[in-house]
């Protein structure tokens, strides 16, 4: 190494700018028209890397900046190799950027390799409905807030955009938190720096996500209705099963498919692709394989139950779903299920009629098995839960709203009947 006075001057001036910033165990020197950097630890070992920086007077801030930017993640208690690699990731990225300057290039090349090749791809911890809907959107907010300075400057404007607390605010928000959290872990090889994007951990996002105001919790509280059986065989046999179009008639027998089994066994619109038959003790059992995925946990497969029976015997559900094939539904595309049957149905005078006087979706089929089962059945809210594949918390939240007054006095004088009928045969 050159002695301080014959080296250049600006090479003397980066240096003591270095050595007030970071100390003397960080010393640089020329190799190969390149800056090299060694590092001397207190246990006496030595590290040297190579930076990909020009050894030049014009690149003497990107010298300062890169050295400063190491001897933080070091002092921060990264390991040497965890340093290089969140260098080399950087690099690759981005020129090396101050760190109270936005990144958004790093950012948004940064959640593309989360959300498809680690969440999608690698891991299978998300579906490509949730990939193409969910994250596509939270991605779309990433890229219009990607000047933000740090994970909590990102997370407020991410926010920004709708009103405190609603679901999409809410869902966005917890996705960029999770892609963060990704990308400060050994998992993303630290391809964000943690000092600068490591956001608040789970469970304590409620300043980004916000309450709803009153107006907001009015309607979010207000039911989703269900469909009533007479409604729901009127929707289904209305269908234009019979058309002349071979196109039209084709589509109809496939939502009629899916409508009569989400009717029957209360599925959600998803699940229709994921049901089996099997025989246990020679009883033939309807199996729904579908897994639903959250950020804790993975939904196990459930048996599910006909109710009415008589549907699935009039339908002839067992052998048609024994016998399934791919074109017996609808086409499984990356849009959401439940909307693409809303679109069909949009145009249907029964479906038109009745969504007139009540405020009916494509859950409301799954809706009508739930009050069918307490109603019709006696079925206790933890074995309807059960079959429809949720805990009973979210149960009684989502369809106790269905029980309105007149329900109620339905519902009392069957079990005075009930009551009756027992009282004399005992």
């Given at each position: 190494?050159?002695?301080?006075t014959?080296?250049?001057?600006?090479?003397?001036?980066?240096?003591?700018?270095?050595?007030?910033?970071?100390?003397?165990?960080y010393?640089?020197v020329?190799?190969?028209?390149?800056?090299r950097?060694?590092?001397?630890?207190?246990?006496?070992?030595r590290?040297?890397v190579?930076?990909?920086?020009?050894?030049e007077?014009?690149?003497?801030r990107?010298?300062?900046e890169?050295?400063?930017?190491?001897?933080?993640l070091?002092?921060?208690?990264r390991s040497w190799?965890?340093v290089?690699?969140?260098?080399?990731?950087?690099?690759?990225?981005?020129a090396p950027?101050a760190a109270?300057?936005?990144e958004?290039?790093?950012?948004?090349?940064a959640?593309?390799i989360?959300?498809?090749?680690?969440?999608?791809?690698?891991t299978?911890?998300?579906e490509?409905?949730?990939?193409?809907?969910?994250y596509?959107?939270?991605?779309?907010?990433l890229?219009?807030?990607s000047?933000?300075a740090?994970a909590?400057?990102?997370?407020?404007?991410?926010?920004?955009?709708w009103?405190?607390g609603?679901?999409?605010r809410?869902?966005?928000i917890r996705?960029?938190?999770?892609?963060?959290?990704?990308?400060?872990?050994?998992?993303?090889?630290?391809?964000l720096d943690?000092?600068?994007w490591?956001?608040k951990?789970?469970?304590?996002?409620?300043?980004?996500?916000?309450?709803k105001?009153?107006?907001?919790r009015?309607?979010?509280?207000?039911?989703?209705?269900?469909?009533?059986?007479?409604?729901?065989?009127?929707?289904i046999n209305?269908?234009?099963v019979?058309s002349?179009?071979?196109r039209?008639?084709?589509s109809?027998?496939?939502?009629q498919?899916?409508?009569?089994?989400?009717?029957?066994?209360g599925?959600?619109?998803?699940e229709i692709?994921?049901?089996?038959?099997r025989?246990v003790k020679?009883?033939?059992q309807?199996?729904?394989?579908?897994?639903?995925k959250?950020d804790?946990s993975?939904?196990?497969?459930?048996r599910?139950h006909?109710?009415?029976?008589?549907?699935?015997?009039?339908?002839?559900?067992i052998d048609r779903?024994?016998?399934?094939?791919e074109?017996?539904?609808?086409?499984?595309?990356s849009a959401n299920?439940?909307?693409?049957?809303r679109?069909?149905?949009?145009?249907?005078p029964?479906?038109?009629?009745?969504?007139e006087n009540?405020?009916?979706?494509?859950?409301?089929?799954r809706?009508?098995w739930?009050?069918?089962?307490h109603?019709?059945?006696?079925?206790?809210d933890?074995?309807?839960?059960?079959a429809m594949?949720?805990?009973?918390?979210?149960?009684?939240q989502?369809?106790?709203?269905?029980?309105?007054?007149?329900?109620m006095?339905e519902?009392?004088?069957?079990g005075?009947n009930?009551?009756?009928?027992?009282k004399?045969?005992k």
């Amino acid at each position: 190494m050159k002695a301080r006075t014959t080296a250049p001057g600006w090479v003397q001036g980066v240096r003591t700018i270095l050595r007030e910033s970071v100390g003397p165990s960080y010393s640089i020197v020329e190799q190969r028209g390149k800056t090299r950097l060694t590092v001397r630890f207190s246990s006496g070992v030595r590290k040297s890397v190579v930076l990909e920086i020009l050894w030049e007077k014009a690149a003497t801030r990107k010298i300062q900046e890169q050295v400063e930017e190491i001897a933080r993640l070091v002092n921060g208690g990264r390991s040497w190799d965890e340093v290089m690699q969140i260098i080399k990731r950087n690099n690759s990225f981005t020129a090396p950027i101050a760190a109270d300057e936005p990144e958004p290039d790093l950012l948004l090349k940064a959640f593309d390799i989360w959300s498809v090749d680690f969440m999608y791809k690698q891991t299978r911890r998300i579906e490509k409905s949730t990939l193409d809907g969910q994250y596509a959107k939270a991605r779309k907010r990433l890229k219009e807030v990607s000047n933000a300075a740090n994970a909590h400057d990102l997370l407020v404007k991410a926010g920004q955009c709708w009103e405190p607390g609603i679901r999409v605010r809410e869902q966005v928000i917890r996705t960029l938190a999770k892609f963060l959290r990704w990308g400060v872990s050994k998992d993303s090889d630290y391809i964000l720096d943690s000092t600068k994007w490591e956001p608040k951990p789970k469970g304590n996002l409620s300043e980004y996500i916000g309450q709803k105001s009153f107006q907001a919790r009015v309607k979010s509280v207000e039911p989703t209705v269900a469909l009533e059986d007479s409604e729901i065989l009127a929707i289904i046999n209305s269908l234009p099963v019979e058309s002349n179009h071979p196109r039209d008639k084709r589509s109809a027998k496939q939502w009629q498919f899916a409508l009569q089994l989400m009717s029957t066994f209360g599925l959600r619109p998803g699940e229709i692709y994921f049901l089996e038959v099997r025989i246990v003790k020679g009883q033939y059992q309807v199996w729904c394989n579908y897994q639903k995925k959250n950020d804790t946990s993975l939904g196990k497969p459930r048996r599910v139950h006909a109710l009415p029976p008589e549907w699935q015997k009039e339908w002839n559900l067992i052998d048609r779903i024994q016998n399934m094939t791919e074109d017996d539904l609808p086409v499984k595309s990356s849009a959401n299920v439940g909307e693409a049957c809303r679109k069909y149905l949009s145009g249907k005078p029964v479906w038109k009629a009745i969504k007139e006087n009540k405020a009916i979706i494509p859950y409301s089929f799954r809706h009508g098995w739930s009050l069918r089962s307490h109603l019709d059945f006696g079925l206790s809210d933890t074995v309807s839960a059960k079959a429809m594949g949720h805990t009973v918390a979210v149960h009684n939240q989502i369809y106790s709203q269905y029980i309105t007054e007149g329900l109620m006095d339905e519902a009392i004088e069957k079990g005075i009947n009930y009551r009756n009928l027992t009282k004399d045969i005992k």
